[in-house]
């Protein structure tokens, strides 16, 4: 009992959570877009939010910055309630919009600097410059930047207070595969500076390499939270054990073990599973008694976070 | 006030930047001023013995006045907007007054540089030099001039849907207005309702309280102060009510 509580508690009270929401609910009108949502952003940690659009993303987000007041339901961010402690907490947050502008003559570091004035405690710029790539831009002007500089430099912007928090709406959207890894790696530098970071995208495979834990919003409310492991398993999303058919079960003379749910296409056997490792022990021991061999290009496929989105967002059968 | 300062500069620096923008902005009254200076000056206004150019000279000082403080800080706040620049600037601890106050102030030291610039040409080729006593005057349209029409053009930013019709909202609202109010000719001439409804407007009586500085007018400027403050608290409500960031 005491072994219990003496190791999460003071862990927990050392980094109490960067963001927690507690029954938020906002409407516009007769509309209501959040009606009841929870979740909770730790210190350190990258959360991305997903979900349709229409499912009350950007609303959340927008009340999480301050932008929006909400109708109801509690937030603390940085322990801060942005309802009407803005300013202050404007002081430690970074937020990075989408398709936001710079102002079109300025040159790269007179921007940086500039934006370094209005926060308490700014990063100094050459260590902006030198995280987001653009110490050798530094002279350039801002319009002549490709898009992937541009988002960089918004990175450089959202940095200059040195922030404890970092909102990245939709960081990558429109980029071309290279601008996306430059971007990846980017967010990534941010996480190892110790800033926790709420990322929304669009993107599963993006929400996939960067976050530690995902929450899907729709309807308005949270519909899982968790790991990426953890949202699949929740989906009840199966692992995908696939290997090339041999010759007797495509011709149908061998049967497919009758414990695990194995279909055979064209040249390829796959097989649908919660248990991974059984269905594998299984598989493998199916193969030696009928003389099988080695099962050719035997993969084990774990669910994808896009399996278990499309999952839970259509409502998918459990 | 550190901040607003800085933001000031920078937007200075912009401004010189964009060459294009910066020269067209002081192309605009100084080709003004010498067209018309070389058809009309050291001739006498009609029916009196003042100068031409003692009146088209202030005249123009008052239009370089409107294109800075309106034309451009209304456009170029709209196009701020449009860019998304607002937008960004909302999400530091910057407060609003001071990013506003800065972006004033630069416009500002444009709208100085420009009447500056006018005054001196208008002296070196025209001969047109204020009167010692009428330069409290002048300054104090200047100032009373970029505060009214700098905050038109804020409200008229906010009022713009779009980064685009901004200047030809700008220009639509004021040429017709400058020309009425006489100030590209100071003969031309109006039916009497229409001058009543001009001498409302902010255009002629800046104008009005400029030519004072040059020489002596014989009506009251105090009016004409009175329509600047009035206009002046119309802009600052409209822009106050309908200014977006985004």
Same mark, same amino acid.
């Given at each position: 009992?005491?072994?219990?509580?003496?190791?999460?508690?003071?862990?927990?009270?050392?980094?109490?959570?960067?963001?927690?929401? =507690?029954?938020?609910?906002?409407?516009?009108?007769?509309?209501?877009?959040?009606?009841?949502?929870?979740?909770?952003?730790?210190?350190?940690? #990258?959360?991305?939010?997903?979900?349709?659009?229409?499912?009350?993303?950007?609303?959340?987000?927008?009340?999480?910055?301050?932008?929006?007041? =909400?109708?109801?339901?509690?937030?603390?961010?940085?322990?801060?309630?942005?309802?009407?402690?803005?300013?202050?907490?404007?002081?430690?947050?970074?937020?990075?919009?989408? !398709?936001?502008?710079?102002? =079109?003559?300025?040159?790269?570091?007179?921007?940086?600097?500039?934006?370094?004035?209005?926060?308490? /405690?700014?990063?100094?710029?050459?260590?902006?410059?030198? @995280?987001?790539?653009?110490?050798?831009?530094?002279?350039?002007? #801002?319009?002549?930047?490709?898009?992937?500089?541009?988002?960089?430099?918004?990175?450089?912007?959202?940095?200059?207070?040195?922030?404890?928090?970092?909102?990245?709406?939709?960081?990558?959207?429109?980029?071309?595969?290279?601008?996306?890894?430059?971007?990846?790696?980017?967010?990534?530098?941010?996480?190892?500076?110790?800033?926790?970071?709420?990322?929304?995208?669009?993107?599963?495979?993006?929400? !996939?390499?960067?976050? $530690?834990?995902?929450?899907?919003?729709?309807?308005?409310?949270?519909?899982? #939270?968790?790991?990426?492991?953890?949202? /699949?398993?929740?989906?009840?999303?199966?692992?995908?054990?696939?290997?090339?058919?041999?010759?007797?079960?495509?011709?149908?003379? @061998?049967?497919?073990?009758?414990?695990?749910?194995?279909? @055979?296409?064209?040249?390829?056997? #796959?097989? =649908?599973? /919660?248990?991974?490792?059984?269905?594998?022990?299984?598989?493998?021991?199916?193969?030696?008694?009928?003389?099988?061999?080695?099962? $050719? $290009?035997?993969?084990?496929?774990?669910?994808?976070?896009? $399996?278990?989105?499309?999952?839970? @967002?259509?409502?998918?059968?459990? | 006030?550190? *901040?607003?300062?800085?933001?000031?500069?920078?937007?200075?620096?912009?401004?010189?930047?964009?060459?294009?923008?910066? *020269?067209?902005?002081?192309?605009?009254?100084?080709? *003004?001023?010498?067209?018309?200076?070389?058809?009309?000056?050291?001739?006498?206004?009609?029916?009196?013995?003042?100068?031409?150019?003692?009146?088209?000279?202030?005249?123009?000082?008052?239009?370089?006045?409107?294109?800075?403080?309106?034309?451009?800080?209304?456009?170029?706040?709209?196009?701020?907007?449009?860019?998304?620049?607002?937008?960004?600037?909302?999400?530091?601890?910057?407060?609003?007054?001071?990013?506003?106050?800065?972006?004033?102030?630069? %416009?500002?030291?444009? %709208?100085?540089?420009?009447?500056?610039?006018?005054?001196?040409?208008?002296?070196?080729?025209?001969?047109?030099?204020?009167?010692?006593?009428?330069?409290?005057?002048?300054?104090?349209?200047?100032?009373?001039?970029?505060?009214?029409?700098?905050?038109?053009?804020?409200?008229?930013?906010?009022?713009?849907?779009?980064?685009? &019709?901004?200047?030809?909202?700008?220009?639509? &609202?004021?040429?017709?207005?400058?020309?009425?109010?006489?100030?590209?000719?100071?003969?031309?001439?109006?039916?009497?309702?229409? &001058?009543?409804?001009?001498?409302?407007?902010?255009?002629?009586?800046?104008?009005?309280?400029?030519?004072?500085?040059?020489?002596?007018?014989?009506?009251?400027?105090?009016?004409?102060?009175?329509?600047?403050?009035?206009?002046?608290?119309?802009?600052?409500?409209?822009?106050?009510?309908?200014?977006?960031?985004?």
């Amino acid at each position: 009992m005491t072994q219990a509580l003496a190791d999460p508690v003071p862990l927990r009270a050392e980094h109490p959570p960067a963001i927690e929401v =507690r029954g938020l609910r906002m409407s516009y009108g007769a509309r209501q877009v959040l009606c009841g949502v929870d979740f909770e952003v730790r210190t350190g940690e #990258v959360f991305c939010l997903l979900g349709p659009n229409g499912a009350g993303k950007t609303t959340t987000v927008e009340i999480l910055e301050g932008f929006r007041q =909400r109708t109801g339901g509690s937030v603390r961010v940085l322990g801060l309630d942005p309802a009407d402690q803005r300013s202050r907490l404007r002081e430690r947050l970074g937020i990075v919009l989408q !398709e936001c502008g710079f102002p =079109r003559q300025a040159r790269v570091g007179e921007l940086v600097n500039i934006w370094r004035a209005y926060y308490p /405690a700014p990063r100094p710029l050459e260590e902006l410059l030198s @995280v987001v790539e653009l110490t050798a831009d530094r002279d350039c002007q #801002v319009r002549r930047l490709s898009g992937g500089q541009r988002r960089r430099l918004d990175f450089a912007l959202a940095l200059a207070g040195d922030p404890d928090l970092v909102f990245l709406d939709e960081p990558t959207t429109g980029f071309d595969p290279e601008s996306r890894r430059r971007c990846w790696a980017a967010i990534e530098k941010l996480r190892s500076l110790g800033k926790t970071i709420v990322l929304t995208t669009h993107y599963l495979d993006e929400a !996939e390499r960067l976050a $530690d834990r995902v929450a899907i919003l729709q309807d308005g409310r949270v519909q899982t #939270v968790g790991s990426v492991r953890q949202v /699949a398993r929740q989906a009840g999303v199966p692992t995908t054990i696939s290997f090339a058919a041999p010759g007797p079960l495509r011709r149908g003379s @061998v049967a497919p073990p009758g414990c695990l749910d194995v279909t @055979v296409c064209g040249e390829v056997a #796959v097989c =649908r599973t /919660a248990n991974a490792a059984v269905a594998l022990r299984e598989l493998l021991a199916w193969a030696a008694e009928h003389d099988l061999g080695e099962l $050719d $290009d035997l993969a084990v496929e774990t669910p994808t976070l896009e $399996d278990a989105y499309l999952r839970i @967002v259509n409502g998918g059968a459990r | 006030m550190r *901040l607003a300062v800085r933001q000031a500069l920078l937007e200075q620096r912009s401004f010189w930047r964009s060459a294009e923008y910066a *020269l067209f902005t002081f192309a605009l009254p100084l080709a *003004l001023l010498l067209l018309i200076g070389s058809t009309t000056a050291g001739g006498l206004l009609p029916g009196t013995h003042v100068k031409a150019q003692m009146i088209f000279v202030p005249s123009i000082l008052a239009f370089g006045v409107i294109v800075a403080a309106y034309v451009n800080l209304g456009a170029k706040l709209a196009t701020l907007r449009h860019d998304g620049v607002l937008k960004r600037i909302r999400t530091t601890p910057l407060p609003a007054g001071a990013y506003l106050t800065g972006v004033f102030a630069s %416009t500002a030291a444009t %709208t100085l540089a420009i009447t500056a610039c006018t005054a001196v040409i208008g002296w070196l080729a025209f001969g047109a030099a204020p009167r010692p006593a009428g330069l409290a005057e002048i300054a104090g349209g200047l100032v009373l001039g970029v505060v009214c029409f700098g905050s038109l053009g804020l409200a008229l930013s906010s009022v713009a849907r779009s980064a685009e &019709s901004a200047s030809p909202i700008a220009n639509a &609202s004021y040429l017709p207005v400058a020309i009425m109010s006489g100030i590209f000719d100071p003969t031309f001439s109006v039916p009497r309702w229409l &001058s009543v409804a001009v001498g409302l407007l902010p255009v002629r009586a800046l104008a009005q309280i400029l030519q004072q500085g040059y020489t002596p007018v014989e009506r009251a400027p105090l009016s004409d102060l009175l329509v600047l403050l009035c206009w002046a608290a119309v802009g600052c409500a409209l822009a106050a009510w309908r200014f977006r960031w985004h």
